[in-house]
C-alpha cells in the first residue's frame, strides 16, 4: 500500500528477492518503483487499483521470458549496484 511511509523507505526484502531472480510486482511507492524502473528487475502496480493488479499479474503470467529476465536483471542490479560493498563508501 502507498503511504508517505512507503513512499520515503526501501524495504530489505526488495533487494533479497531481486538477489534470489525473484521477478519483481510492487505497489507503485515512489522508491520502489524508480528502482524497479531503474533495473528492469520488475512491474509496478498502481496502490489500491486491483483491476491493474490482475492486469500485470497475467501479462506476467503469459510471458515466462519476461519473467526470466527480470530475475536476471534484479541479480545484475543487486551484485552490481544495490549492496553493502558498493554503497558503505557512501557513508
Known amino acids: 500500500m502507498k503511504t508517505e511511509h512507503t513512499d520515503n523507505t526501501i524495504p ?3 533487494f533479497q528477492y531481486m538477489l534470489l ?3 519483481i510486482l510492487a505497489t507503485n511507492c515512489n522508491p520502489i518503483e524508480r528502482i524497479l524502473k531503474e533495473t528492469n528487475a520488475g512491474r509496478v502496480y498502481k496502490s489500491g487499483d486491483s483491476e491493474d493488479l490482475a492486469e ?3 501479462e506476467l503470467f503469459n510471458n515466462e521470458n519476461e519473467l ?3 530475475g536476471i ?3 545484475k542490479a543487486v551484485m552490481d549496484k544495490y549492496n ?3 554503497t558503505k563508501s557512501s557513508y
Open 68 to 70: 526470466t529476465q527480470f
Open 56 to 58: 500485470k499479474v497475467v
Open 21 to 23: 531472480k525473484k521477478p
Open 73 to 75: 536483471n534484479g541479480n
Open 84 to 86: 553493502w560493498n558498493e
Open 12 to 14: 530489505h526484502k526488495l
